[in-house]
């Protein structure tokens, strides 16, 4: 077994540990929602995460500090709102959607690209497209096109999010660390949960009971469930994504991105396990064509890169 061969099983190992994690700590948002609101929700977990962060970067001598601070910001603030678009929408939605929604990013990066940048769009790159919104809406249904809820489309805006924050990444962020932008990112999820809660303060809202007043809750007094969850939150995802670093560390990024899809059953399974919630079958094929479309992407800039070589 060649070390080459080696290193890609572990970031295989690497990458299905985070998958599983994050798909299991995600679906316990629902028991967040329940009981305390989004923005108290990200700015308890920005806290958290922040306060373990800083317990590492010392312990490892990682500098935080950006090389870049308006481009590490604007990146922040994109990817930032993705995410709380993201979480917002698992109060309402099955984790396995939510996720399918939010992987549609690398079809956004795309076109984003193609019309924003110029890049010119292979035939295979048109088709992967073509394929992953045939996906979108098998797994988004019919609800989401007839207006019958508008929580239905949360994820494919976060994807969209998500995409010009993965596009700013490459374009403006390339000499910053990866802890760098982890920080960035967690403390403009924690900025826009402040000034939601302070906005919820300042003109509260009517807000239903249970997870159906996540968005429009403001602070509440909450219980040691709520925070033992967040503290699960808060370090479910500095350990998930410090995996995922490593495995794009120690293979090639082509393979560790094709591979990050797993997330989508990961996901699956454990709303399986933990609430016995079930996928139809269009939604489960949605989600393949999703998986397919993004692995076409990521195998076409591999294989462009190889020619260039």
Known sequence: ??????RTLAATGLICAYAGLIGFTDNYVRVIAAEAGLWQFHATRTAMAMGLLAVVAVVLGWRLRPVRLGAV???????GAAMVIYFGALAFLPVALVA??????????????RFAFGHAIGPVRIAAV????????LVLGPEAFAGASFAAVLPILAGVLYAMGNIATREWCAEEAAQTLLAGFFLA?????????????LWPLSVPEGAAGFLQR???WASGSFYFWTFVQAAGSLLGVGLMIRAYQIT???RASVLEYVILPASAIWSYVIWGQQLKPLEIAGMVLIVAAGSMIA?????AEVAAA
């Open 73 to 79: 910001l604007a990146r922040s603030a994109l990817h």
């Open 299 to 303: 195998l076409r800039a591999k294989t």
């Open 1 to 6: 077994m060649t070390l080459t061969q080696d």
């Open 218 to 220: 403001g602070a509440v």
């Open 130 to 137: 073509a394929l992953g919104f045939c996906g979108v809406i």
């Open 189 to 201: 999820l924690g900025l826009i949960g402040l000034i939601g809660m302070a906005a919820l303060w």
């Open 100 to 113: 399918a929604g939010l992987f549609t990013s690398p079809i956004f990066v795309l076109l984003i690209s």
């Open 252 to 254: 090639e990024a082509s």
